[in-house]
């Protein structure tokens, strides 16, 4: 028997176990390792913040999906990596060992350069991020929140500060918003008008941008910025860039500048061709693609046909994720604006929409 080492429970690891449930690869067994048992759907997590969507709704199943798969469940974090071994140790001590290994560990808000980033609250992991929305909503409703600050104003900060007001204004409270850039406008690598339509949201909800210097300090008193601006706040939300896992690069795989697992087409690491990696912990040499949740879902379907040539010895195929992606970004309420090329269009239609696809997404894992 082959071993097939899956290390996350990432957008890209679950359509491999979907693939493999439905046509399983002869001679292998496989194990899934995560942290959590439930692991969120990246598109559905500002309608989770929102209100909109249970905890269910948005939440892939993968002791279910593993079952479904007939592989192990694992419910564990991944340590360290032996590429010479071939071993996988967790952090419960335990050691697996593997004949090939795929990474999808996701990413973590960026922290370096920040001081005290320790008193924020880091959207990832998510599941330590929602057990936070309660105390917060608890305070609200004491009349004892009276400012939030978010720190990174791209798609997934933006997104979140407005889920984040929409369900904290049903408390009957107003608590008062800012957002804090370190570009000089919100919303970079989006369109212009994609970034007049969030404008003009923000500014129609009362939420304050403060753009052109980051966050060089977070207290327990609020955030200062780089150019010493002090902006008071009750809580700070942690929403910057990508963040890799430091034990892939300890483990001698070959990373980036920033950390994060160089693979080619193949998905293949550049420097173990017995290891694999995907969604946001990858870096496509030949093809760079933002950490989206949208381009970790496209991975899903070479991984798998790449893994089960790799397990059975057949030569692999090439991947070349698509340039343009759709973007689907929500305001909050029951709203969003979809953005594609030159295209942008927005309306509560949109955002029914977004809602069908997402649905649609999470039903294909409901086993």
């Not at 929102?50 to 007939?70: P, T, V």
């Not at 004892?144 to 009957?172: C, D, F, K, N």
């Not at 061709?273 to 899903?300: C, E, L, N, T, W």
């Not at 991947?319 to 269009?345: E, H, N, W």
Request: aromatic share 8%.
């Amino acid at each position: 028997m082959k071993e097939l080492v899956l290390v996350g429970g990432g957008h890209s690891h679950v359509e491999v176990l979907r693939r493999f449930a439905l046509d399983p690869p002869a001679g292998v067994r496989v194990v899934l390792v995560s942290p959590a048992r439930y692991t969120p759907y990246s598109g559905m997590l500002p309608g989770l913040v929102a209100g909109h969507y249970a905890f269910r709704d948005a939440h892939i199943d993968l002791e279910s999906l593993a079952r479904f798969a007939k592989a192990a469940f694992l419910c564990d974090a991944a340590a360290a990596l032996d590429p010479t071994a071939k071993t996988l140790r967790l952090a419960s001590g335990r050691e697996i060992a593997y004949d090939v290994a795929s990474i999808d560990i996701g990413s973590t808000p960026v922290r370096a350069g920040i001081a005290g980033a320790k008193h924020a609250i880091a959207v990832k992991p998510v599941d330590a991020f929602l057990a936070h929305l309660d105390r917060l909503e608890a305070l609200a409703l004491e009349k004892r929140l009276g400012s939030i600050a978010v720190i990174g104003a791209g798609a997934a900060g933006v997104e979140i500060l407005l889920a984040l007001q929409y369900r904290l204004s049903r408390t009957g409270h107003r608590t008062a918003f800012s957002v804090v850039a370190d570009t000089p406008a919100i919303l970079p690598g989006h369109r212009p008008k994609v970034r007049r339509i969030f404008e003009r949201v923000l500014a129609e909800r009362g939420v304050t941008v403060y753009a052109g210097a980051g966050a060089r300090r977070i207290d327990r008193d609020g955030v200062e910025t780089a150019d010493g601006t002090r902006i008071a706040s009750d809580a700070v939300v942690l929403a910057t860039g990508a963040s890799p896992a430091s034990w892939p690069r300890d483990a001698g795989l070959a990373v980036d500048a920033h950390g994060f697992i160089r693979v080619g087409g193949t998905l293949q690491t550049f420097s173990h061709p017995d290891v694999f990696a995907a969604g946001d912990i990858a870096s496509m040499d030949d093809h760079p693609r933002p950490k989206s949740g949208v381009y970790a879902v496209r991975q899903g379907p070479p991984l798998a046909e790449n893994l089960r040539a790799a397990l059975a010895g057949r030569p692999l195929s090439r991947f070349v994720p698509q340039k343009d992606a759709l973007a689907l970004i929500s305001t909050g309420d029951r709203y969003a604006i979809a953005s594609r090329g030159p295209f942008v269009l927005e309306g509560a239609w949109v955002w029914k929409w977004k809602d069908r696809i997402d649905r649609s997404f999470m039903a294909r894992y409901d086993v």
